[in-house]
């Protein structure tokens, strides 16, 4: 079965400080991968997808980036945090197939707070 | 992209009532998807709706999208303290490839459930 793993669960970091969010799965090949945001009041708000290795979306203009160096490993960057960049953050994966839709499966999150 | 706008925003219920929440959207939905958040998690699926007037359950979970397409609900039959949590539709916002898509999500009903 197919699992996803993120890590850290919990992060403290003061601003002006870089950031590193990994996010990996296993069990499946060639998946989307997604990073969201969640923060409160807001809903979760889609920063960054990838259909494969390299290739990279970004959907909001942000101090944020992602990459994609492996075929199931996405990684959420910063080089310097601003306050701003505070909330619980969400990688996410779905099977890419033609004729029908796919869910999203989530990780477990990110409790990030910047300091 | 889809707006969606979820109803209520809160709910507290005595163990065993039944409860509906509400997903309505601004545009015609072509995948509607339900979500549960524990407290601090991720989100778990539960269930994917596609055609008009389709119904799934999943133990005493029922969901269901309307012949028009452009709102659905789920109900929860004789509530019990497991079914606690933040309940959240989403629905396609951006496609990534032949039938993935990245979701857009609704802010999400907080469910909680008294002895």
């Known amino acids: 079965s197919q699992t996803i793993h993120q890590w850290p669960a919990t992060l403290v970091q003061p601003v002006g400080s870089p950031l590193s969010l990994e996010c990996t799965v296993e069990?499946?090949?060639?998946?989307?991968l997604y990073w969201y945001r969640q923060a409160a009041g807001r809903g979760l708000q889609l920063l960054f997808y990838?259909?494969?290795?390299?290739?990279i979306s970004s959907e909001v203009p942000q101090n944020l980036s992602a990459s994609r160096p492996q075929d199931r490993q996405f990684i959420l960057s910063s080089k310097k945090l601003l306050l701003s960049d505070s909330g619980f953050y969400l990688c996410a994966w779905s099977v890419s197939r033609t004729g029908r839709n796919s869910p999203l499966h989530f990780g477990n999150g990110t409790r990030l707070t910047v300091t | 992209s889809q707006e969606l706008e979820q109803s209520p925003q809160s709910l507290i219920v005595q163990e065993g009532k039944n409860l509906t929440i509400n997903c309505t959207s601004s545009k015609t939905l072509y995948g509607l998807y339900w979500y549960k958040q524990k407290y601090g998690e991720g989100l778990i699926f539960l269930m994917m709706?596609?055609?008009?007037?389709e119904e799934k359950s999943h133990e005493k979970i029922t969901a269901k999208l309307d012949e028009k397409k452009q709102q659905s609900s789920l109900h929860i039959t004789a509530s019990q303290p497991s079914h606690a949590g933040i309940y959240l539709c989403?629905?396609?916002?951006?496609?990534?490839?032949?039938?993935?898509?990245?979701?857009?999500f609704g802010k999400g009903t907080s469910l909680l459930v008294t002895p």
């Open positions: 069990g499946t090949s060639n998946p989307n």
């Open positions: 989403g629905a396609d916002q951006r496609r990534v490839s032949d039938s993935g898509y990245a979701l857009n």
């Open positions: 990838s259909v494969g290795i390299g290739q």
């Open positions: 709706l596609q055609k008009g007037g």
